[in-house]
């Protein structure tokens, strides 16, 4: 799928109120899309909440998503609204949501069936009200067969799925990317930059792009801030960008193709050599979050 037909989809799923999943790596907008649909919706007006399920214990996600009442549990020392609540009459975005344990699942599913949940520590019947669009970077399918995603709760929200592929896949977006973050950061810097030169670009478009639009994002603030005129340059690119291109070929003499996977682990090799194994700092300048790298450092075999 590409940037118009995004745009296309975007538009018939946003008139209606069906749940959504949105699926794809790390990095590819996932949450851009999400928050797209809401701002098209009769419901832009409302608030758009977002939880990150793989950044809290199960103990504490059910407190995010739910709320709970004074003295419910240990630290609980005032009342506090779940997302559930914040979200009112708006969207619920639930990000990562194939890393939420199996319990926690049990509990959303019965609350989007019912519509209605209670605060933990409480007897209160409480009314969602919020649109719900979820994401993950799992392929749940997979997920259910190895008994991590309950299956009911996957058809429940899948009714409408939206499949953003990795940035690498879709090269033909790049140039309007770019010129969006241009444009974004323009305003951001007070500069006019105009464009990346054509070597620059030709550069761009032979990087794998491991972080997807994130990291563009911030290969092109990079590139802002190390730009003096109109026109970005090859040596305004991040070394990691630069060396990215093989020694000694030409765009037009390629060596022989290595996998994704080979090119993604080399990649993440170089950064957390160039950070001193830093993974805060790798993370911050692939755009990725710290567990997505940590899961990315397991796959290779890094940790």
């Not at 020694?247 to 080979?262: A, R, V």
């Not at 682990?265 to 790298?293: F, Y």
Request: hydrophobic residues 40%; proline residues 3%.
């Amino acid at each position: 799928m590409n940037l118009c037909q995004a745009l296309s989809l975007l538009e018939s799923v946003s008139q209606s109120d069906s749940t959504v999943v949105v699926t794809g790596e790390s990095g590819t907008g996932k949450e851009l899309m999400a928050r797209a649909i809401h701002l098209n919706s009769n419901r832009k007006l409302k608030p758009f909440v977002t939880i990150n399920c793989s950044a809290f214990v199960e103990s504490l996600i059910e407190s995010e998503l739910f709320g709970h009442e004074a003295g419910s549990f240990t630290g609980a020392i005032k009342s506090k609204p779940g997302r559930f609540e914040i979200a009112e009459d708006g969207t619920l975005f639930l990000d990562e949501i194939g890393d939420l344990s199996l319990a926690v699942q049990t509990k959303l599913l019965r609350v989007i069936e019912s519509r209605e949940f209670e605060r933990v520590g409480s007897n209160k019947q409480l009314t969602l009200k919020a649109r719900i669009i979820a994401a993950t970077n799992k392929d749940l399918l997979s997920e259910i067969a190895a008994g991590r995603f309950r299956e009911d709760l996957y058809y429940r929200i899948n009714v409408v799925n939206i499949h953003m592929p990795p940035l690498r896949d879709r090269m033909d977006d790049l140039p309007k990317l770019t010129t969006h973050f241009i444009e974004k950061f323009n305003a951001l810097f007070k500069k006019k930059i105009k464009q990346f030169s054509s070597n620059a670009f030709e550069i761009l478009k032979e990087y794998n792009w491991p972080g997807n639009i994130r990291e563009l994002e911030n290969v092109v603030e990079h590139s802002f801030v190390l730009c003096p005129g109109e026109i970005i340059q090859v040596e305004h690119l991040p070394t990691r960008i630069r060396e990215s291109k093989s020694d000694g070929q030409t765009i037009s003499q390629k060596p022989e193709m290595k996998s994704f996977d080979d090119a993604e682990k080399e990649i993440l090799i170089k950064i957390l050599r160039n950070n001193s194994g830093s993974r805060i700092k790798t993370a911050k300048e692939l755009g990725i979050n710290t567990s997505t790298l940590w899961r990315k450092m397991k796959k290779y075999d890094l940790v």
